[in-house]
């Protein structure tokens, strides 16, 4: 099992401009998140990248990335479905039924010491030759914002599951009911990292859904727990966190935890508390 590709979505409503969105990496240096994100699928030994899109947004994909030095991206424009899964089935000729990587262009992935999760995850993926995903136990009140997992640990490993279902941003009583998971601490559920490799068994499941009714609305999470029930498919727990850049505040605390994981974490952190120290002055004037 070769992973030589990997594809960013970058195509949804919510989703389209959150990638150039411009931080400070833990180097100081200035980058947009999907910079950031090509560095660690690119760090993972992979060259061949994909990037769905909305057509009248490449040109501005197209000028962050000639700024940054990165050539070599092809651009995807997404079809004229929406949907998570026409995103990736947009992406069925790029790949040429190979198994690949897949970031979504919304998270962003900080380890404190700098490891690169994409590359771990591919190592699992050939070794286990199947579709995994990455997940972290997320606390019952988040789930209705991501894809959330019901699983089997895996006998002798700490961090590695057998997936039997998957579903998108269940109610709580669905989670109870349906997603619980032996040895995970109470109140919390696996939800999608936003982190994958899938293999080619992903694209034509979604390809028979789209050929059956060409016009729905394409999930992804409906996908893999179909996949989940008809081939082995593992999830990879993740304990450093993933921020979702799209929603509240969730650009400002992918800033910190780069900025508080690279050389600078001293002097934000003094600078963090001489502003709590002003604001609570302030408020008591």
């Not at 190979?98 to 995850?121: I, M, Q, T």
């Not at 789930?143 to 709580?172: C, D, H, M, S």
């Amino acid at each position: 099992m070769q992973i030589t590709k990997a594809i960013i979505t970058a195509a949804g409503k919510r989703q389209r401009q959150l990638p150039l969105q411009t931080l400070i990496d833990q180097n100081r240096q200035q980058k947009t998140i999907l910079e950031i994100l090509i560095n660690e699928i690119q760090n993972a030994g992979i060259k061949d990248i994909g990037i769905v899109i909305q057509k009248e947004d490449q040109k501005r994909f197209e000028e962050v990335l000639k700024l940054s030095g990165i050539s070599g991206v092809q651009f995807i424009p997404q079809m004229d479905q929406p949907g998570y899964g026409h995103a990736l089935l947009s992406a069925k000729e790029f790949l040429n039924k190979e198994s690949f990587l897949h970031l979504v262009g919304d998270h962003l992935y900080v380890h404190p010491k700098g490891k690169n999760v994409a590359g771990e995850l591919i190592e699992l993926a050939k070794k286990n030759k199947c579709s995994i995903s990455t997940v972290q136990p997320t606390r019952e009140n988040q789930i209705g914002n991501y894809g959330t997992i019901g699983a089997e640990r895996i006998q002798g490993e700490n961090t590695l599951f057998k997936i039997r279902e998957v579903k998108e941003k269940p109610t709580p009583t669905y989670a109870e009911q349906h997603l619980l998971v032996p040895g995970l601490r109470s109140g919390y559920y696996l939800c999608f990292y936003g982190m994958h490799v899938f293999t080619n068994d992903v694209i034509e499941i979604l390809q028979q859904k789209s050929d059956i009714n060409p016009d729905a609305v394409l999930g992804l999470s409906e996908t893999l727990n179909e996949l989940a029930k008809k081939n082995k498919y593992l999830a990879l727990e993740q304990r450093h966190p993933r921020y979702d850049i799209g929603l509240d505040y969730g650009l400002l605390k992918a800033q910190l935890a780069l900025s508080l994981s690279g050389k600078d974490r001293e002097y934000l952190m003094s600078e963090l508390l001489q502003f709590f120290i002003d604001k609570d002055i302030q408020q008591n004037l």
